[in-house]
């Protein structure tokens, strides 16, 4: 990031509590524009929470989150037409087709009909959805709802992609084309931030990243950084500190012979 540039994403000390459980405690993170960022933790660390709050899904109890300068919680107008939105588990309009789903989304978001109908095409195929196209979104498989969500969050071109888990549930092939979609995307000016488990996929994907524990922040940065001269996997399980599991509580779960 340039010295004085205005992040995608600027997320500064924020903090969420759930009752007594704090989900997010004091978490400031900065998305450099142009860049594909990735988010990661261990379950419960809470990454959802942090992408539902830079997004206008959930408001913070402290802290701010700013899309390319439009604060989300004073601006929402402003921050929300700059963002694609993939959120984890919120319902899409599900008893309508994914073309129809497409349609719909595309005239929300001031897209002319022409373009949507254009859009809504290319991106019914580079997703490998085209034979499905007139399918309702509520018998979609749980990879193929994943796909229609984040055509969703393309079809207006917005300037940050925000994508909770999008490769969870979708098969090789899709992941593939979703990771052409997204590297095309940053090529020409885009900035995607996205959560996974998968830290191979991070790994190669993406340039930048943070590791949350436990509601905070404990490395960013470059990809490089933050790997310090490790595996991915390997400086994850480092940071989280790995339990041996103990196999004699589940002695139950050996298979007898007899
Ligand atoms: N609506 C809610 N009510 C109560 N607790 C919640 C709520 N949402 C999240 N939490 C709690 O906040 C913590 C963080 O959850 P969050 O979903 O943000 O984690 P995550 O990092 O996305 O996890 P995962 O990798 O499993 O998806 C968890 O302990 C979770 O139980």
Known sequence: MQLGEVPALDLRGLVKSFGPKTAVNGLSLQVPRGSLYGLVGPNG???????????????????????????????????KALMGVLPDGVRLFDRLSGRELLRYVGLLRSVPQQVVAERTEQLLDALGLHGDGNTLVVDYSAGMTK??????????????????????????????AIRTILRSYVGSGGTVILSSHVMELVEQLCDRLAIVIAGQVVVQGTTDEVRAGQSLQQRFLDLVGVQAADPRGLSWLQSSSD
Not at 151 to 169: G, M, Q
Request: hydrophobic letters at 45%; charged letters at 20%.
């Open 147 to 176: 796909k229609i969500g984040l055509a969703c969050a393309l079809i207006h071109t917005p300037r940050l992609l925000v994508l909770d888990e999008p490769f969870e549930a979708v098969d090789p092939v899709s992941g593939e």
């Open 45 to 79: 660390a809470g990454k959802t929470t942090t992408l539902s709050m830079a997004t206008g899904l959930l408001r913070p109890d402290v802290g701010s989150a700013a899309v390319v300068g439009h604060d989300v919680w004073s601006d929402p107008a402003g921050a």
